[in-house]
């Protein structure tokens, strides 16, 4: 069976990447992550993550711009691969509609969130494209 790939957006708006606590499963819940999700039988990875961020954030397809990778891929449990890229925001405001939480976090402030395991490898890609 191919491994699920996953995808996550560092969106980026000035010096600031926007960060979501998670409201579930409850072992994740209350900790920070960069939005995402599961990538759909034949769709690409960066429609994947602009129609994830739109169901997440409350945003349109075309209010972000899907970038270029950030980072290693993070092996998930042995079936998931979760894979990080760089996202601009173009226009809209982010809701947390399936989150707790949003905030914006600037370079200074990355090493003191409380990150999902998963999400810490790409605190130094994060602080560089900050």
Do not use: C, F, N
Not at 13 to 37: I, T
Not at 61 to 71: E, N, S, T, Y
Not at 81 to 103: C, I, M
Request: proline fraction near 6%.
């Amino acid at each position: 069976m191919p491994t699920q790939i996953v995808v996550a957006g560092a969106v980026i708006s000035g010096s600031a990447v926007l960060v979501a606590q998670r409201a579930r499963p409850p072992e994740l819940a209350g900790r920070w992550e960069l939005p995402g999700g599961k990538v759909a039988p034949g769709e690409t990875e960066r429609d994947a993550l602009a129609r994830e961020l739109a169901e997440e954030l409350g945003l349109g397809i075309g209010d972000v711009a899907v970038g270029d990778r950030l980072g290693a891929d993070v092996a998930l449990d042995g079936a998931m691969t979760l894979r990080a890229y760089q996202v601009r925001l173009l226009r809209g405001e982010p809701r947390p509609h399936d989150h707790r939480a949003l905030r914006w976090v600037t370079a200074a402030e990355l090493y003191d969130v409380d990150w999902v395991p998963a999400d810490r490898g790409w605190l130094a890609d994060l602080a560089r494209a900050l």
